[in-house]
């Protein structure tokens, strides 16, 4: 495995993704827009090649870790773009979550250009990130994974290959579909039982044990105080923003349209956090959907 490693986008999941690569013994240039999170992850032993192209030009493997499509599709794209400056038989890996179709957009130029690149979108949160034990969900062909892999399986712990280019982010655009609405109804759980008096972590503990178990309750707990390391007993700060779960509702209920599938539920979902992120609570965690449903009477 080359050492040779650029990493673009040291965000809340970036820059622990990339610092985990770095305490590996990898030579990481990491790179954002955020001067503080180049210095977070200088700090941490990684390096900063003040000239990105160069950067690029060296690199034998470029990972980016960005917030949605069209900032994926204008880092790959255009003269100054990855595609037109990465080194011949560089390893692309794109671990931002963006729409299957741009990521088969961009994978295609790709390869046209000669370079093997796969989708790999993950799971887990930051505190997976942090921990090294996310997972990865795979788009792009075998050969393409098999190189991948040993970067994954240092970043993560559950690492899957799902098919061909674009598949990576149809499974985690349907996982996170999925976690949006288990929030939200977990959520409207404990609410439920806080009204009649339940202590939520007593509930929370019985749920977990039954029938409604689901990661929520067992990980990611959205009523402040049951879970000392979640983000609802920090404010709600860092973890996965509700503007990014917007992001991904929104994904999903246009694919939905352009598949012709029914998703009554996911649409819902996304509509609450659309009212939500419009209250204020955008740049806030995801589960602070709690406070919303709190707010009915």
Same mark, same amino acid.
């Given at each position: 495995?080359?050492?040779?490693?650029?990493?673009?986008?040291?965000?809340?999941?970036?820059?622990?993704? %990339?610092?985990?690569?770095?305490?590996?013994?990898?030579?990481?240039?990491?790179?954002?827009?955020?001067?503080?999170?180049?210095?977070?992850?200088?700090?941490?032993?990684?390096?900063?090649?003040?000239?990105?192209?160069?950067?690029?030009?060296?690199?034998?493997?470029?990972?980016?870790?960005?917030?949605?499509?069209?900032?994926?599709?204008?880092?790959?794209?255009?003269?100054?773009?990855?595609?037109?400056?990465?080194?011949?038989?560089?390893?692309?890996?794109?671990?931002?979550?963006?729409?299957?179709?741009?990521?088969?957009?961009?994978?295609?130029?790709?390869?046209?250009?000669?370079?093997?690149?796969?989708?790999?979108?993950?799971?887990?949160?930051?505190?997976?990130?942090?921990?090294?034990?996310?997972?990865?969900?795979?788009?792009?062909?075998?050969?393409?994974?098999?190189?991948?892999?040993?970067?994954?399986?240092?970043?993560?712990? %559950?690492?899957?290959?799902?098919?061909?280019?674009?598949?990576?982010?149809?499974?985690?655009?349907?996982?996170?579909?999925?976690?949006?609405?288990? @929030?939200?109804?977990?959520?409207? %759980?404990?609410?439920?039982?806080? %009204?009649?008096?339940?202590?939520?972590?007593?509930? #929370?503990?019985?749920?977990?044990? #039954?029938?409604?178990?689901?990661?929520?309750?067992?990980?990611?707990?959205?009523?402040?105080?049951? @879970?000392?390391?979640?983000?609802?007993?920090?404010?709600?700060?860092?973890?996965?923003?509700?503007?990014?779960?917007?992001?991904?509702?929104?994904?999903?209920?246009?694919?939905?349209?352009?598949?012709?599938?029914?998703?009554?539920?996911?649409?819902?979902?996304?509509?609450?956090?659309?009212?939500?992120?419009?209250?204020?609570?955008?740049?806030?965690?995801?589960?602070?959907?709690?406070?919303?449903?709190?707010?009915?009477?």
């Amino acid at each position: 495995m080359d050492s040779e490693v650029v990493f673009i986008g040291l965000g809340n999941m970036g820059l622990p993704m %990339a610092l985990n690569l770095v305490r590996s013994g990898l030579g990481v240039s990491g790179h954002d827009l955020m001067p503080a999170s180049v210095e977070k992850f200088v700090a941490g032993g990684g390096t900063n090649n003040p000239d990105l192209v160069s950067a690029i030009k060296a690199a034998k493997t470029i990972i980016t870790m960005l917030p949605a499509s069209r900032h994926v599709e204008s880092a790959y794209f255009g003269d100054h773009g990855i595609l037109a400056q990465a080194s011949p038989g560089a390893l692309l890996i794109d671990c931002s979550t963006i729409a299957p179709e741009s990521a088969r957009k961009v994978a295609a130029t790709a390869s046209q250009k000669g370079f093997t690149m796969v989708d790999a979108p993950v799971s887990g949160g930051t505190g997976g990130a942090a921990a090294g034990t996310l997972t990865f969900m795979v788009g792009g062909s075998v050969a393409g994974f098999d190189l991948a892999k040993p970067f994954f399986e240092i970043m993560g712990k %559950a690492i899957f290959h799902a098919g061909e280019s674009g598949s990576g982010q149809t499974v985690k655009m349907c996982n996170n579909m999925l976690l949006g609405i288990l @929030m939200i109804g977990t959520s409207e %759980a404990i609410r439920l039982g806080m %009204a009649n008096g339940m202590d939520p972590k007593v509930l #929370s503990e019985v749920m977990s044990k #039954s029938s409604g178990r689901n990661w929520t309750l067992e990980v990611y707990n959205p009523c402040p105080g049951v @879970m000392e390391n979640a983000p609802a007993s920090k404010d709600y700060s860092g973890g996965f923003g509700v503007d990014l779960m917007l992001k991904d509702l929104g994904q999903a209920t246009e694919n939905a349209l352009s598949t012709s599938s029914s998703i009554p539920l996911g649409s819902l979902a996304r509509n609450l956090y659309d009212i939500h992120s419009k209250s204020g609570a955008g740049g806030l965690d995801f589960s602070s959907i709690f406070n919303m449903l709190g707010k009915a009477k």
